[in-house]
Nanobody
Framework: QVHLVESGGGAVQAGASLTLSCAVS????????LAWFRQAPGKEREFVTG????????GYIESVKGRFTISKDTAKNILSLQMNGLRPEDTAVYYCVASARHLRAIHRPEDVDYWGQGTQVTVSS
């Protein structure tokens, strides 16, 4: 079992920045990829960005490239998401997720093994 606890969400104006954090605990030895998904109102959950826990590889969806940065602190077991230049369309509940699959195989919610409880990010125009 892997436990994921997010923090750092909030309500901001367009153009602002937020940093989300995810505390990772439990049986992390089985975790290969940590990632962020999000779910906007009325939409399905979507992959946003992810990284390999034991290697230097990251991936982003096109709409957040250049604005969002995912990072990790393996000593402290923390996953972070720095979000700059936030837009109203970034409004969603953001979930920290873990999977035994390689980053390249993470596309849909079904590819995820563990979910955090989610943190709300609201961006107003």
């Amino acid at each position: 079992q892997v436990h994921l606890v997010e923090s750092g969400g909030g309500a901001v104006q367009a153009g602002a920045s937020l940093t989300l954090s995810c505390a990772v605990s439990g049986r992390t030895s089985s975790t290969r990829t940590l990632a962020w998904f999000r779910q906007a109102p009325g939409k399905e959950r979507e992959f946003v960005t992810g990284l390999l826990w034991d290697e230097e590889q990251t991936g982003y969806i096109e709409s957040v490239k250049g604005r969002f940065t995912i990072s990790k602190d393996t000593a402290k077991n923390i996953l972070s998401l720095q979000m700059n230049g936030l837009r109203p369309e970034d409004t969603a509940v953001y979930y920290c997720v873990a999977s035994a699959r390689h980053l390249r195989a993470i596309h849909r919610p079904e590819d995820v093994d563990y979910w955090g409880q989610g943190t709300q990010v609201t961006v107003s125009s």
